[in-house]
């Protein structure tokens, strides 16, 4: 159902101070009939905020129905600090109302003693859900998919079917979207209860649902699964094994969690930073060293490349000293051209926007891009040499074949580096690598490379050096 629109502009920011004054005056009575007015992801984000002895008491006065949703919404480090001060019987309750990839997912980040305690306290059929779970790929469908959905026989009438929803439904995480399936489990189509409400009384499921089901094997990587849902619109997609068996359905909001960790590992890699499943606040001084250092020294050792083709013409900038001033210029305006271009095919490939087989047309697009800025940024550097190098500045080393130096080796360079910003990324992903690895700090480091053998060759034709 689409949601009314509204006008409100501003972001809704739930006063939870009335709750902790309650919490602290032990007005917990009340403090159960304030909870009506506020949203359980709200409530979470408040016991966040909570000292744990203050937590554990306002936990337990919520709603029994609102506990596990509650908790399915902490942070690993805020579920650890309740689950050691509630009982076992109120563990298990809460495991119990969990959907199983959100108690997969707590699991995923909790320490093995405390792992270890929940899946004893949980009922043998949890339990084994749990574990099926957690022998999937860490990045396939099957590892963020859950077991709790709507399932009809083809065989049923419309009013079964809906009598069958209304006594099942409170357990699946969604009833819109409900799936048929035979006796052994195998996927025969799908129906929504906007198409049920609709269809007549007289007719049946089978009359009814959609055979053109699409769907994704438990081994497909989990990121393709969310593509497909932002792609054709679903609310849920359904999940089978190796024999085409429903096992579990991945909903929207579980492809939002996908693609909000796929986004911040790409961001990640582009910034030369190891990826990590943890929050920045999670992640310890040692945990975060061994994330950066080893791109850092990769990088560095990389840049001697710099190093070596400086000392090569060594005697070439004792000749043309006001050379060396416009180094930095034209290395750093090699490496932001690259990234430009190394970003943008990368945001296209992740989009589906882009593939390999079209890496000649992307070329042919970024050298004319290329052409223009490398122009304008010529013409710019030609006039900043002479007006403010040499006018303002009276650097009189600073030429009129110096200037055109520096502008056609800055023609040249922008050209160069987005011609092997937008190439990389394609050739990486056709490798099998991540495109996003063939970002801004590696450009940046093969562009300074290129830009300098760019200058001194100029450099060596205008000036005869």
């Keep these: 159902m689409e949601q009314e629109k509204t006008t409100q502009t501003a972001p809704y920011v739930p006063e939870t101070d009335r709750l902790t004054e309650l919490v602290q005056a032990h007005k917990l009575r009340e403090l159960r009939e304030t909870y009506q007015d506020f949203q359980e992801v709200d409530i979470a984000e408040w016991l966040g905020t909570l000292p744990q002895d203050e937590a554990l008491v306002a936990f337990r006065t919520l709603p029994k129905e609102w506990a596990a949703e509650v908790f399915s919404y902490l942070d690993p480090d805020k579920q650890e600090e309740l689950i050691t001060g509630v009982t076992d019987s109120e563990m298990g309750a809460i495991v ?33 859900l749990i574990n099926q779970f957690l022998k999937y790929p860490e990045n396939s ?98 999940v089978v094994d190796e024999e085409k068996r429903l096992v579990g359905i991945i909903t929207v909001d579980d492809a939002l ?42 990088l560095m050792i990389s840049a001697t490349f710099t190093g070596m083709i400086l000392t090569t013409f060594e005697n070439a900038l004792a000749a043309q ?31 589906g926007e882009i593939e390999f087989s079209d890496i000649l047309r992307v070329i042919w697009k970024e050298l004319r891009v290329a052409g223009l800025c490398g122009l304008c940024l010529g013409a710019a550097s030609f006039a900043k040499a002479m007006l403010i190098d040499r006018l303002i500045l009276g650097n009189a080393g600073v030429t009129v074949l110096v200037a055109l130096t520096v502008a056609l080796t800055m023609t040249l360079t922008v050209m160069t580096a987005k011609a092997v910003g937008c190439t990389l990324p394609l050739i990486a992903k056709r490798l099998g690598f991540d495109p996003a690895v063939m970002a801004s700090p590696l450009i940046t480091t093969i562009v300074d490379a290129l830009s300098l053998l760019l200058y001194f060759a100029v450099a060596s034709r205008l000036l005869g050096l």
């Design 141 to 238: 469908a099957g590892s963020v998919m859950t077991a709790e959905y709507t399932h009809l026989k083809a065989s049923m009438t419309v009013p079964e079917a809906i009598e069958h929803i209304r006594r099942t439904g409170a357990d699946s995480e969604t009833i819109y979207t409900c799936y048929v399936t035979d006796q052994k489990r195998y996927l025969e189509g799908v129906i929504t209860v906007r198409e049920l409400l609709l269809a007549k009384d007289d007719q049946s499921v089978g009359d009814v649902m959609d055979t053109n089901v699409i769907s994704v094997n438990t081994l497909c990587d989990r990121e393709e699964a969310a593509k497909l849902l932002s792609h054709y619109g679903f609310l849920a997609l359904p």
């Design 96 to 128: 119990e109302e969990l959907y199983i990839d959100d108690a997969v997912d707590m699991l995923e980040e909790l320490p093995a003693n405390v792992v270890k305690r929940i899946l004893r306290i949980a009922s043998p059929e949890t339990r084994s």
């Design 321 to 351: 000293v006001a050379l060396v001033a416009f180094i930095p210029m034209l290395m750093d305006t090699g490496g932001n051209s690259g990234a430009q271009a190394s970003v943008t095919v990368i945001r296209g490939l992740s989009l």
């Design 257 to 298: 969690t996908v693609i909000e960790e796929e986004t911040t590992e790409d961001i990640e890699k582009m910034a030369a930073i190891l990826p990590s499943d943890k929050s920045y606040m999670r992640l310890s001084v040692w945990e975060l060293w061994r994330n950066r250092i080893p791109w850092l020294l990769l």
